[in-house]
T-cell receptor
């Protein structure tokens, strides 16, 4: 186990709704990255947070937003959910400047109907 | 553009045999590459990495080979075991803020 936890484990939402996913980073890690993993695909980078600010973003629209808190935990918010947002959302924690040490949580499975 | 892909979506091997999983990448600026293992219901687990100034790196039962000339990466697993059954991803680090993953290869180990 990596020490990275995510909640909830599973979630079902309706198109147009909003969702918040949560991640607690591994002890000693100050950076959190979020990834979206569609079924049968590799994870795709959404964004990263460091020192409570966004530190890099992938090709995702503004309705994907996030927060990082002083204890380094993080939230991923998705507004106006679309069917294609159905995926496994992974959180990874690391120390700044050491991307190879990205430790992944088990993910949150989001289903949009 | 940036992309990391895999040649084989599914690889079936007999227990005890060696496995080779391949990966192609397109970004010459990447400074290192990582192999992850993902079991059902779990997040990706780090296996081994290699920097762009290296050609080969060995771990416990695993070896990663990097051929920068043809932009090819491979993961070799010696004496494959049932517990090795999983989906394997190569990932490319473009800068310190993100990893670019390939689509994955499913490794199936049969007795």
């Amino acid at each position: 186990e990596t020490g990275v936890t995510q909640s909830p484990t599973h979630l079902i939402k309706t198109r147009g709704q909003q969702v918040t996913l949560r991640c607690s980073s591994q002890s000693g890690h100050n950076t959190v990255s979020w990834y979206q993993q569609a079924l049968g695909q590799g994870p795709q980078f959404i964004f990263q947070y460091y020192r409570e600010e966004e530190n890099g973003r992938g090709n995702f629209p503004p309705r994907f937003s996030g927060l990082q808190f002083p204890n380094y935990s993080s939230e991923l918010n998705v507004n106006a959910l679309e069917l294609d947002d159905s995926a496994l959302y992974l959180c990874a924690s690391s120390q700044a400047g050491q991307p190879k040490e990205q430790y992944f949580g088990p993910g949150t499975r989001l289903t949009v109907t | 553009g940036e992309s990391v892909g895999l040649h084989l979506p599914t690889l079936s091997v007999q227990e005890g045999d060696n496995s080779i999983i391949n990966c192609a990448y397109s970004n010459s600026a990447s400074d290192y590459f990582i192999w992850y293992k993902q079991e059902s219901g779990k997040g990706p687990q780090f296996i081994i990495d290699i920097r762009s100034n290296m050609d080969k790196r060995q771990g416990q039962r695993v070896t990663v080979l990097l051929n920068k000339t043809v932009k090819h990466l491979s993961l070799q697993i010696a004496a494959t075991q049932p517990g090795d059954s999983a989906v394997y991803f190569c990932a490319e680090n473009v800068n310190t803020d993100k990893l670019i993953f390939g689509t994955g290869t499913r490794l199936q180990v049969f007795p």
